[in-house]
């Protein structure tokens, strides 16, 4: 599957504009260009509108909750122009600024995309519960006893956002309003790297921009694709004997080098 | 020794919040992952003291002289707390600004640890003398010659100031007001990447935090971790024939799988 | 050729000053410091000025269009004494905004050198034309079919704003207002990483100021060690089987170990 996802992505070479975070902002511009797409990080409120206009994506991450009327312009800007817009609720119930913050972003600006973790989604969906920090709450962990659970709060979301909802953790969840697909890639050192998740973000950007007519597999394929490519990291890293950031650069260059047949072959997907 | 610490960082997992510059704020953020802990960058003045009250640690860093407001709300809020607050005074000396944003901090919030270059520590317990960059002075190196000198220097400013205070070079210093640890570890080439300073100022806000009942031995671990990981990351650049990017990924691998028996083997202290 | 260039660049160990984008600054940073010099990334608007005083140059980089007043403030106090100025006008045509900052800046301010993809450096020269994204237009892009007439470009901007004028591409120029340099160096693979430009302008910035009085020469030695530099880092790459992110690494090795017998090695250079 995703032949055509893959090959929408080489040939359109998609240019994707992100307002996000000066944590991971450089590794996010990196996965873009090794994917095949283009980024430009423009984030001055006095341009973003001119530059979204040229864009095929719009990525906006709220990790360090700035910029925000940079984003509201670039994504109000996207959604007249029918320019996909993903969203990263980084920290989501974290503190009252960034509740409050996904709100506002959420009046003004029709999400294609929501990707967080399982306790950020929680929060979106519910109105409750809380993050420490950047990471999933240890209570809100997705397991097989879940999953099947958190892939209905999928769907229900999907159906009151009128977005694809994407959840990232030790399995991943991918869905529309009718169609959830759960994969089961990755591996837990993905966590021990600032930036695996607002990775996986930039790559929705790059997949969903290439792929506008069916966000709903592309998004699944760039899941997948961060899914494989860190496994196969992970084998590397270890033959390698190297840590953290052995790793790191081995999951970028994986995804610079990756095909359809590479993902293919290493993918553990589910359709419910 | 350090058993007991290094434990201490697996088993807590600490929760750090850092208030730090955009140059290396990606480096410190996978460092604290690397070592075991849990990184936050929020540095929102909104909302930094509801994440603070999370966090076992505070780290803030002058680099870039930006986010003081936020600094404060957020020291405070952890003075009150009990939480430790360690803070890199980088540049200090090189402007009035930066001398001024100290003075601020400082009549605002009491530090755990004060971690520097000796130029930057000399000028705060001077208040005279100055760097250019973010270097130390070459006629203030610390060296056989001068090390117990300096040792004394950091044992004075330890009392004025009611903090360990870390003073990182060529020969490193861990102190409080009695005891001071002189450890030689480390390599040249630390000095050829940016970050290694703001790098061990985050070490220590996580081996702080994990363990707030043993700050000084605590900071010692810290600062014989990146030293003995320095080194040994410089052997294996030097069998891969690589150059300084090499050595920074090796840096960070190895504090991804150090243990305290990998230290404790390297680790050259002495204790005044 | 070159020698005495690179013996400059490791004698004086130049102080460099950037004010430059959130994207690349730890990049920038760590390719100065490779190479020999050291960096510093203040850009508070209260300090730069004092900064700047002490830096042997002075690199300005318009890359997210930020600390535009402290460009201004430190480009001035260089010009005044006489201290070199090296703009990077990213993204020039891609945004009104861009336009008028560059436009802001280059009437405060005498660069010694500009340096710029063909389609920044056309708008520069023109007025006309424009960029998407970060990317230079690919109408525009520099061929052996147009190889002449771009330098004859570069010549003429030269004389028009009294500064060296560095156009990066497949093929690389560097100009004043009588001789060009051509260098046909570095690799494909330098554009699907995040600020190979950037970082080529930092280099610039340290070669420059450790060679102030043969600031051409200087410049074309900094365009040719990044492109001898990225061959050689992809060579290693792909015996490494490795990708984008292995590259980079590479890439800013080999500026950590490079010499002027290593670049005249390999470099393709001529004169017109």
Redesign the interface.
Known sequence: MFEKIFANLIDKKP?VQCIT???????C??II??CGG???????K??VE??AA??QSLVLNM????DIEAMILAGKKCNKLNIPVVIDPV?MG?????NKTFNELSKNIHFSVIRGNISEIKRIATGKGST????ANEMDKITENNIYEVAHMAKELSKKMDSIVVISGPIDVVSDKTTAYIIRNGHPIMS????SGCMSTALLGAFCGANKDNMLEASAAAVAAMGVCGELAQKKMKIAE?????F???L??????MTSEMINKEINIETI
Chains 1, 2, 3 share one sequence.
């Open positions: 240019l975070n000066f944590v991971t902002v450089n590794d511009a990196n260009l090794a283009s980024p430009t990080m423009a984030h001055h006095d341009e001119e530059i040229c864009c990790g360090t909750v700035s920290g974290a503190s009252e600024l960034r420490t920090g950047v990471d021990r790297i600032t930036g190297g840590g953290t950031m052995t790191r650069m081995f970028i260059d994986y995804i610079s080098i």
